[in-house]
Nanobody, 124 residues
């Protein structure tokens, strides 16, 4: 069974950049789409970005489009989320997930393996 573990979250200032990483183990990383999700205090978890197993296509939430970039290195079993021009509303716990399709939908039918999350706090 695949395990995924996020890292890189921390306290930053509005306008700063931050890169999150997610390392997978226990499975064939290149067979899975990877996604980033986030959950802000008092809100439901929402999809942020998702990338095809090949890395050749990606999907983004409208709220992060043109600011965030998802990428992956299949040789390192790692997916990244580069976050630029951070805003206070980006404050959330960010989760990494693996599944068969890069759908922008928070569903255990679509995303099979989840990490524990990493906290990103953007101070204004």
């Amino acid at each position: 069974q695949m395990q995924v573990k996020e890292s890189g979250g921390r306290l930053v200032q509005a306008g700063d950049s931050l890169r999150l990483s997610c390392v997978a183990s226990g499975g064939t990383f290149g067979n899975y789409a990877m996604g980033w999700f986030r959950q802000a205090p008092g809100k439901e978890r929402e999809p942020v970005a998702a990338i095809h197993w090949s890395g050749h296509s990606a999907n983004y939430a409208d709220s992060v489009k043109d600011r965030f970039t998802i990428s992956r290195d299949n040789d390192k079993n790692t997916v990244y989320l580069q976050m630029n021009s951070l805003k206070s509303e980006d404050t959330a716990v960010y989760y990494c997930a693996a599944g068969p399709d890069p759908k922008m939908k928070d569903s255990t039918e679509t995303w099979w393996y989840w990490g524990q999350g990493t906290q990103v706090t953007v101070s204004s």
